[in-house]
T-cell receptor
Framework: GQQLNQSPQSMFIQEGEDVSMNCTSS?????WLWYKQDPGEGPVLLIA?????ELTSNGRLTAQFGITRKDSFLNISASIPSDVGIYFC??????????FGTGTSLTVIP | DSGVTQTPKHLITATGQRVTLRCSPR?????VYWYQQSLDQGLQFLIQ???????AKGNILERFSAQQFPDLHSELNLSSLELGDSALYFC???????????????FGPGTRLTVL
């Protein structure tokens, strides 16, 4: 079945550092979404991408829709402690299934 | 606050029991989705309802069922509970605009189910 693989699985970084993570799919997507989940909370939508090559920013976050349409990237600049959480990518439904990525856990060390 | 509400926030029950989780979508959203999140499984899609009708089905066990009522709130029923059913259960809603193949989903705070 459809699988969205995220890497890295986890990251430990110093406050102020930039962060990069990515998500890859085994098939072509026409939508990519990035969510963040704080511990014990529901995922919150960060950025939505609808066009191959699209680059979209939301504050210190920037996401890109890969030109192959099989991947997407999320960058966080100048990380702060509240960036801690799990970041998920998600794509459009395939055969009436909705898929989320495996997640990247981010820890920011003050 | 996403506008999606879920009750209860926590639920502790015993194996073999049946529970009902409730979700109220954002005002105006017609679609409701249910997800299960276990420690080692990530977010697993269970089922989607759109305006009262089942629209899509994921990895939902036969012991689980859901429905969406005329006022658009939804309930997820879990029966014959097993230890492995312990997880966070999330509800999400989206507007499902006509002509849009995928709508952004807005998640509730979740219900943490513990089966002892």
């Amino acid at each position: 079945g459809q699988q969205l693989n995220q890497s890295p699985q986890s990251m430990f970084i110093q406050e102020g550092e930039d962060v990069s993570m990515n998500c890859t799919s085994s098939s072509i997507f026409n939508t990519w979404l990035w969510y963040k989940q704080d511990p014990g909370e529901g995922p919150v939508l960060l950025i939505a991408l609808y066009k191959a090559g699209e680059l979209t920013s939301n504050g210190r976050l920037t996401a890109q829709f890969g030109i192959t349409r099989k991947d997407s990237f999320l960058n966080i600049s100048a990380s702060i402690p509240s960036d801690v959480g799990i970041y998920f990518c998600a794509g459009p439904p395939r055969g009436n299934q909705f898929y989320f990525g495996t997640g990247t856990s981010l820890t920011v060390i003050p | 606050d996403s506008g999606v509400t879920q009750t209860p926030k926590h639920l502790i029950t015993a194996t073999g029991q049946r529970v009902t989780l409730r979700c109220s979508p954002r005002s105006g959203d017609l679609s409701v989705y249910w997800y299960q999140q276990s420690l080692d499984q990530g977010l697993q899609f269970l089922i989607q309802y759109y305006n009262g009708e089942e629209r899509a089905k994921g990895n939902i066990l036969e012991r689980f069922s859901a429905q969406q009522f005329p006022d658009l709130h939804s309930e997820l029923n879990l029966s014959s509970l097993e230890l492995g059913d312990s997880a966070l259960y999330f509800c999400a809603s989206s507007p499902n605009l006509a002509g849009v193949s995928y709508n952004e989903q807005f998640f509730g705070p979740g219900t943490r189910l513990t089966v002892l």
